[in-house]
């Protein structure tokens, strides 16, 4: 991944250039790159380009986002479903570093400002590609468990696997995989279980365009 060149965000209004290893970056910088366009993600200084979502990621988030949304609509949930949202994760923290997530939902209305959340999401989903998939796992879910998400939800479309990761009242988070066929609980929906059909679509369309 690569950081914005601090020049390219001043007033000036100069293009975005990609370097590796320049000075920190501040949340303002970041709402800047964000003006811009594309997706970004901020953490320790440094401004990182999110790779851009495919047909299946597009999917699974349409048709996961619908079914919850139905779900806490059906149960009059004073919940609130967001993507392409803010999250600055550390409420008690120095706030230099925002994450959007695919799917997150908020149940506490004190988190929610105009522009971000502050503190972490009740239910966090992030949709694999496989420009994000190491990071995503390996380096996200520490910072998830790390400000106590309640329940992380990683979605594999490839091999159509779901990891969950959802916390306990002992503080130890519970881990399962699940495959296509079986029943996925959403812990902080008690009732609310999903299968293969309300996640993952049928058939995909062709990589690329043979006559392009």
């Known amino acids: 991944m690569s950081a ?3 020049e390219g965000l001043e007033e000036k209004r100069s293009p975005l250039t990609l370097v590796e290893g ?5 949340y303002r910088d970041y709402v800047a790159a964000m003006e811009r366009g594309g997706r970004w993600e901020l953490e320790d200084g440094i401004i990182r380009m999110m790779p ?6 597009q999917k699974v988030y349409r048709k996961l986002s619908l079914k919850i949304e139905n779900h806490m609509v059906k149960k009059k949930s004073k919940c609130e ?7 600055r994760l ?3 923290q120095n706030n230099e570093k925002a994450w959007r997530p695919d799917l997150f939902v908020v149940c506490d209305p004190k988190k929610i400002f105009l522009n971000y959340i502050k503190g972490a999401p009740d239910f966090i989903v992030e949709i694999l590609s496989p420009g ?4 995503d796992i390996q380096h996200k879910l520490v910072k998830y468990r790390e400000a106590k998400v309640r329940e ?3 979605i594999d479309p490839v091999s159509e696997t779901i990891y969950t990761y959802i916390l306990g009242d002992d503080g130890i988070y519970n881990e399962h995989n699940y495959l296509m066929q079986e029943k996925i609980p959403v812990g902080i929906f008690p009732g609310l279980f999903l299968d293969k059909n ?3 679509e049928g058939k995909e369309p062709p990589e690329n365009d043979e006559e392009g």
């Open 152 to 154: 992380i939800w990683f």
């Open 4 to 6: 914005l060149r601090k």
């Open 198 to 200: 309300d996640i993952f």
């Open 90 to 92: 550390f409420a008690d």
């Open 81 to 87: 479903i967001m993507s392409n949202f803010d999250v």
């Open 22 to 26: 320049e000075k920190q970056f501040t």
């Open 132 to 135: 994000n998939a190491r990071q």
């Open 52 to 57: 851009s979502a495919n047909w299946r990621h």
